[in-house]
């Protein structure tokens, strides 16, 4: 722990949101398979190993109302977190130094806690110290998210693992340690014939990762060193992780990220296949696993004396606290009123398609409102009055229940072509006048961060001209101005021809605006 906590001092974790840790997110899984969600209004919300803040300050700005705090082992991580929350002048969160096997402090019991990339990183000892804390603090509905290695994906990233320690062993610069053991990997990806045992997985693995696997600065060292060259990471079973946390007083609910809970994209006579030969629904996930050759989840628990359900129900009753997004596109065009298949598409390749004539109306809607949300009862009146012969009232039980039906369907194969989430959140679809985004995402984008979170705590990635006028939005200044101080940046630079200014910042507005960063 002591070298860790080192290694995590002078090499502090990126500043990074996880869109799974959120409140709403986590509220919405649980809804979704019958249980009472804390309300996300007014939650309290813990976050162990809070490194610098990365995740917990954009909640905290965009949830008021709610309470936040951050443990971590690192002093300095510790202190870089509250001191931005100073500089931010944030009154709903604060940041600990703590030991997480040492966390006696007298505080209320907790809605949401989130131990993200933490449970795999640590000694035993302390992994049974983490379940512990969740059972001690959550409150009476409260849910825990804890993230974790596992197998059987990885087994091939553990013979990868070893390869990067071997060559970095010896090496005393951190950053010398990371260029080493990504050097090491593209080495044997080189020689390594077509048909060995690990280079398919290898090649996978260097395709994936390749920005991270590049070491060309702090920020992809520091990555490499916390998650392939760590003291500690141990994978565990999907089965293994969840008879730990029911000795520890925890039940599982599901996956954060639902659909890997569920079996999309496995034929139907493969699920029944595993149906006959499953005892639970963690087995069932387990084979699912087994399947998909799953690498890492996140698990969310709540106490041990909480029935958990895993059946989702399309009630329209339920659907009503919905909010709904949608990234998908129609692929060709899209007869509402009649009864042939409509496919929607995301660029990951996950569809949904369906000939019931109000959901084909409802994804058109959400097409044309994305990046914002709408609520499910907007949605469906919206829609609605799209079907031929229908006006502006809502849609009877029935239909309700088929979109619903449907909605659900498409979220469990994939969140990005269905979101649900509980409440609506304040995202604005269009550039304003003088374009404001909040304090804390300028404050990383001018301290050179190419990664920021949206309203949505989804991850953008910018570009050097996209950050610099990002840094900017401040509210005072229009486009003309912002035009202006970009223009005067690129003269301060020699080159050749420069650019049109004004177009570059026209460009970049657009794209806040499509990635949701601008707040309603």
């Keep these: 722990m002591t070298a860790a906590g080192n290694l995590y001092d002078s090499h502090p974790y990126p500043r990074l949101s996880y869109v799974h840790t959120t409140p709403d997110r986590m509220a919405t899984v649980a809804t979704l398979l019958g249980l009472e969600a804390p309300p996300i209004e007014r939650c309290r919300v813990l976050e162990v190993g809070s490194a610098i803040g990365g995740n917990l300050i954009p909640m905290a ?13 690192s002093a300095n991580q510790t202190r870089a977190a509250q001191a931005q929350v100073e500089r931010l002048g944030l009154q709903n969160i604060s940041f600990l130094e703590r030991d997480l096997a040492q966390f006696d402090d007298d505080l209320e019991p907790f809605d949401f806690i989130i131990a993200h990339g933490i449970y795999s990183w640590v000694p035993p000892a302390a992994r049974q110290a983490l379940l512990e804390l969740c059972a001690a603090r959550l409150s009476e509905h409260g849910m825990a998210n804890i993230s974790y290695n596992t197998f059987p994906g990885w087994y091939g990233l553990l013979a990868i693992r070893r390869i990067m320690q071997d ?32 280079g398919t997985f290898l090649r996978w693995y260097i395709n994936l990762e390749e920005a991270r696997l590049e070491v060309n600065d702090r920020a ?8 392939e060259l760590s003291e500690y ?28 809970s569920f079996p999309n994209g496995v034929p139907d006579d493969v699920v029944a296949a595993i149906s006959k030969r499953v005892r639970s629904a963690v087995e069932f996930e387990q084979h699912l696993d087994m399947l998909r050759n799953t690498t890492f ?25 919905f909010s709904v997004r949608s990234r998908a596109v129609p692929e060709g065009s899209v007869e509402i009123n009649d009864r042939a298949a409509a496919a929607f598409a995301i660029p990951a390749g996950a569809r949904l398609t369906t000939d019931h004539p109000l959901s084909k109306a409802a994804m058109l809607e959400l097409r044309a409102a994305n990046p914002q949300s709408l609520s499910f009862r907007e949605l469906a009146v919206r829609a609605w009055g799209r079907v031929e012969g229908h006006g502006q009232s809502a849609p009877p039980a029935d239909q309700l229940t088929l979109l619903g039906a449907n909605l659900l369907r498409g979220y469990t194969y994939n969140i990005d ?33 190419r990664v920021v979170s949206n309203r949505y705590h989804e991850r953008v990635q910018l570009a050097p001209v996209q950050a610099f006028i990002l840094s900017l ?33 026209s460009e970049c507005l657009e794209f806040y605006a499509e990635t949701g960063l601008f707040a309603g």
């Design 167 to 198: 060559a970095a062993r010896g090496i005393e610069d951190p950053e010398e340690q990371a260029r080493a053991g990504a050097d090491a990997v593209k080495f044997f990806r080189d020689v390594w014939p077509d048909n060995h045992p690990l």
């Design 233 to 260: 990471n141990d994978p565990v079973y999907l089965g293994e992780f969840v008879a730990a946390a029911e000795k520890a007083g925890l039940s599982y609910v599901a996956d954060a990220d639902l659909p890997a």
């Design 61 to 73: 700005m965009r949830m008021p109302d709610s309470t936040f705090l951050g443990i971590d082992l």
């Design 220 to 227: 992809t060292s520091t990555l490499v060193l916390h998650d």
């Design 473 to 505: 939005l401040d509210g005072t200044r229009d486009h003309t101005a912002l035009a202006h101080e970009l223009e005067a940046t690129m003269q301060a630079k020699p080159g050749s021809e420069q650019p049109d200014a004004g177009a570059i910042v």
């Design 417 to 449: 072509l269905i979101d649900l989430r509980l409440g609506l959140p304040n995202i604005a679809g269009s550039v304003t006048e003088r374009p404001l985004v909040d304090e804390y995402t300028r404050t990383l984008a001018l301290e050179g961060e």
């Design 297 to 321: 989840r996140r698990s969310l628990l709540v106490r041990g004396e909480v029935e958990v359900q895993r059946r989702l129900r399309p009630d329209p009753a339920m659907m009503m606290q």
